[in-house]
């Protein structure tokens, strides 16, 4: 079946601890994204990647990082420098048709709690 | 920039009725796409619908369709025959260039 995995689905971080969320596609998508939601309010974008080995910052990229070494994975870490890092992250990923009007599809999230 | 706003926090709809869902955009781009999500309570956001700027025809997919009334800038979810599982909150998105923004979204609630 093709699709999104995100792991894992709740994870608990102590303050101070970097902790890095993952996301999976077989989809053969080009582009992939990171959002973060809060509760009762819509997706902000962290990051997002359309190709092998670059990102771009989305709008709430401060105390998180991303890698895309491989076009299936798209690691997601919160550092230790988030200062409100407890939220549900999605990862979301779509084809690059050109036109910039492509779905997004995405996985199952993860929700982050810090102790 | 873009914006969209979903005036309605909250619906109600009785089982097997029909439910319609607000949503307003911002753009002044001409070429941009209009999305509809659903998001249970499980979290995963799943994709309902899309109209693209240039299409002259509602898109409809079984029971969902939208109606999109371009000067309004408005690009309603119409829900037929509402079921149980419908209950869920529902986001409308806009995409232009690559970006994608999100309403605040509505809580749908059907009841039996």
């Known amino acids: 079946d093709g699709g999104i995995t995100q792991s894992p689905k709740y994870l608990f971080r102590k303050e101070g601890q970097n902790v890095t969320l993952s996301c999976e596609q077989n989809l053969n998508h080009d582009a992939m994204y990171w959002y973060r939601q809060d509760p009762g309010q819509g997706l902000r974008l962290i990051y997002y990647?359309?190709?092998?080995?670059?990102?771009q910052k989305g709008d709430i990229a401060e105390g998180y990082s991303v890698s895309r070494e491989k076009k299936e994975s798209f690691p997601l870490t919160v550092t230790s420098a988030q200062k409100n890092p407890t939220a549900f992250y999605l990862c979301a990923s779509s084809i690059l048709t050109g036109y910039g009007t492509d779905t997004q599809y995405f996985g199952p999230g993860t929700r982050l709690t810090v102790l | 920039a873009q914006k969209i706003t979903q005036t309605q926090p909250g619906m109600f709809v009785q089982e097997k009725e029909a439910v319609t869902l607000d949503c307003t955009y911002d753009t002044s781009d001409p070429s941009y796409g209009l999305f509809w999500y659903k998001q249970p309570s499980s979290g995963e956001m799943i994709f309902l619908i899309y109209?693209?700027?240039?299409?002259?025809q509602n898109a409809t997919e079984g029971r969902y369709s939208l109606n999109f009334q371009k000067a309004r800038k408005s690009a309603n979810l119409v829900i037929s025959a509402s079921q149980l599982g419908d209950s869920a909150m529902y986001f409308c998105?806009?995409?232009?260039?690559?970006?994608?923004?999100f309403g605040a979204g509505t809580r749908l609630t059907v009841k039996p």
């Open positions: 990647s359309q190709i092998v080995n670059d990102f």
């Open positions: 109209q693209g700027s240039y299409d002259q």
């Open positions: 998105a806009m995409s232009h260039q690559d970006d994608m923004r």
